[in-house]
């Protein structure tokens, strides 16, 4: 079973992008686009020690099962993991591979995400003094975010220089609201306005992508309740 990756690539943000095509044969449509980028680095490796000239693809990736969210990209205009896309879910031949587009460029396939951590210190997203042990559950949905980044790829409200924090920042929140005492959400909740409640339009396109299945809908009405509770205004 042949494919044609066909792989956006650009040595950096600075130089002309161009789109570069391999021929793969994985034997299986079951075989993720990790692993098939996976296959092409084997490729550059035997260059390496032919000699030949080239120059290799710089995409990221790490635990290969949908846990670290290092491998977002966009495939065949779907943001998606890499690990959690076979090449058996693109019907045609040519595999369409692109960096996410939202995220400033790094090289080829990777960009840099640290703005959804910047975005939290900013907030002052971290415990201060002892939680209280409540709405675990909350808690709980919240951890399973793995901070890809995907929902905002395709939030229509999210930019990188806005002060909206998306839903990558709802989690950690949301995970914080859950347990802290009465007087620290007071501080939290307007932080929260301002990163998460004040920016959201409620369009809910981030429910769909989520790779970590993180019930975003469920979460983000806890904690604009939280936010806007009367009490706390
Ligand atoms: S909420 Fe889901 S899509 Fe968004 S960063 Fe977390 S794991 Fe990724
Ligand atoms: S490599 Fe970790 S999520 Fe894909």
């Known amino acids: 079973m042949k494919k044609i990756l066909c792989i956006k690539r650009q040595?950096?943000?600075?130089?002309?992008?161009?789109?570069?095509?391999?021929?793969?044969?994985?034997?299986?449509?079951?075989?993720?686009?990790?692993?098939?980028?996976?296959?092409?680095?084997?490729?550059?490796?035997?260059?390496?020690?032919?000699d030949i000239p080239y120059r290799a693809l710089v995409w990221e990736c790490s635990c290969l099962q949908r846990k670290c969210g290092a491998c977002a990209m966009v495939v065949d205009n779907v943001p998606c993991l890499a690990c959690d896309r076979r090449v058996g879910d693109s019907?045609?031949?040519?595999?369409?591979?692109?960096?996410?587009?939202?995220?400033?460029?790094?090289?080829?396939?990777?960009?840099?995400?640290?703005?959804?951590?910047?975005?939290?210190?900013?907030?002052e997203v971290w415990l201060k003094g002892r939680a209280k042990e409540k709405n675990d559950d909350i808690a709980f949905?919240?951890?399973?975010?793995?901070?890809?980044?995907?929902?905002?790829e395709i939030c229509p409200n999210w930019h990188l220089?806005?002060?909206?924090?998306?839903?990558?920042?709802?989690?950690?929140?949301?995970?914080?609201?859950?347990?802290?005492?009465?007087?620290?959400?007071?501080?939290?909740?307007?932080?929260?306005?301002t990163a998460v409640y004040n920016g959201c339009g409620k369009s809910l396109a981030c429910r769909d992508i989520c790779p970590a299945s993180v019930d975003i809908e469920k979460l983000l009405v806890k904690s604009n309740a939280a936010a806007i509770w009367k009490r706390r205004m």
């Open 11 to 50: 040595e950096n943000s600075e130089s002309r992008p161009y789109r570069e095509e391999y021929e793969i044969d994985p034997g299986d449509s079951n075989v993720t686009i990790a692993a098939a980028l996976r296959l092409l680095s084997e490729e550059n490796r035997i260059y390496a020690e032919r």
């Open 91 to 123: 019907r045609g031949e040519r595999i369409v591979i692109e960096p996410l587009r939202k995220f400033p460029l790094i090289c080829d396939l990777m960009v840099d995400r640290s703005i959804m951590d910047e975005m939290l210190y900013e907030h």
């Open 141 to 152: 949905e919240a951890s399973k975010c793995i901070k890809c980044g995907l929902c905002l």
């Open 161 to 193: 220089e806005g002060s909206f924090g998306g839903m990558a920042a709802m989690t950690s929140f949301a995970r914080l609201m859950a347990k802290e005492p009465e007087e620290q959400l007071r501080e939290r909740a307007s932080h929260y306005k």
